[in-house]
């Protein structure tokens, strides 16, 4: 099992440019979340997918849109990156039932000029 | 969303001293876990207490839930170079399904 994979690792993009950052599970989790890691500001949520099909808008949505493809899989995409969201951006996936321990991805470190 | 506040944000001990973080809210938790991430790392599940009072312990890391489950703490004894890392405590959110992090301690520890 590879658990939460992440791509890309790394990134850098040009203010106003577009990308979408690619997550998927192996573990028949239904719920998949996005964060941003910034320094002293711990971990906030982005979006989330309770299940395939639904997603919800966490802590800090703006400027990001996600689609829930599968089960397996949640994109995160930037339709125009700003400095701001220069950030590590971590993909979560947790089964249901329960307190719905999170596992985590890698994480994808994202510049952004 | 509900906040949790971790103390103290740094901690920087020598190998061989205990170290202790805390986790406090303003409300009642339905449950608390905590996670640790290493320098460079992702955020790894360490335990999860659900229990008014709960003590759960692993190897030289005791964690603890408040009797008021307001309050939460995660000790480690004899600390390790190992044990580098920022620990994060996190509890479920009014959804029920995302989890609401504080902002982590940071712990150095030098040999």
């Known amino acids: 099992n590879a658990g939460v994979t992440q791509t890309p690792k790394f990134q850098v993009l040009k203010t106003g440019q577009s990308m979408t950052l690619q997550c998927a599970q192996d573990m028949n989790h239904n719920s998949m979340y996005w964060y941003r890691q910034d320094p002293g500001m711990g971990l906030r949520l982005i979006y989330y997918?309770?299940?395939?099909?639904?997603?919800d808008k966490g802590e800090v949505p703006n400027g990001y849109n996600v689609s829930r493809l599968n089960k397996r899989e949640f994109s995160l995409r930037l339709e125009s990156a700003a400095p701001s969201q220069t950030s590590v951006y971590f993909c979560?996936?947790?089964?249901?039932?329960?307190?719905?321990?999170?596992?985590f991805g890698p994480g994808t470190r994202l510049l952004v000029l | 969303g509900q906040q949790v506040m971790q103390i103290p944000q740094y901690q920087h001990v020598q190998e061989g001293e205990d170290f202790t973080t805390y986790c406090n809210s303003s409300?009642?938790?339905?449950?608390i876990q905590w996670y640790k991430q290493r320098p460079g790392g992702h955020p790894v599940f360490l335990i999860q207490?659900?229990?008014?009072?709960e003590v759960k312990k692993q190897k030289r890391l005791t964690f603890q839930f408040g009797e008021a489950k307001k309050n939460s703490s995660l000790h480690i004894t004899a600390t390790q170079t190992t044990d580098v890392g920022t620990y994060f405590c996190a509890h479920q959110a009014n959804s029920g399904y995302a989890l609401n992090f504080g902002k982590g301690t940071s712990l150095l520890v030098t040999p």
């Open positions: 997918s309770a299940s395939e099909g639904t997603t």
């Open positions: 979560a996936s947790s089964g249901s039932g329960g307190a719905k321990t999170q596992y």
């Open positions: 207490l659900v229990k008014s009072g």
């Open positions: 409300t009642t938790l339905s449950n």
